[in-house]
C-alpha cells in the first residue's frame, strides 16, 4: 500500500494560481504571485486557506 503524497495543488483564494506546496509546512505558505497566504502550519496537516485542486503521485 502506497503512502499519501506529501505534497498538493492549491488554488489561491485571491488570484486563482494553482501552486505545489508540502502538507506539512513548518512556516506559512504564500501565493508566488499575489502574496495571499493560502496553507498556514498546525504542528500537523496544513490548514488551507486555499482549494486543495489535488495530491500529486497519490
Known sequence: MRAPSPFWVVKCPDCSTEQ???SRPASAVS???????VATPTGGQ???RGELVRSLGG
Open 31 to 37: 501565493c508566488s504571485v499575489c502574496g495571499a497566504t
Open 46 to 48: 496544513a490548514k488551507l
Open 20 to 22: 505545489t506546496v508540502f
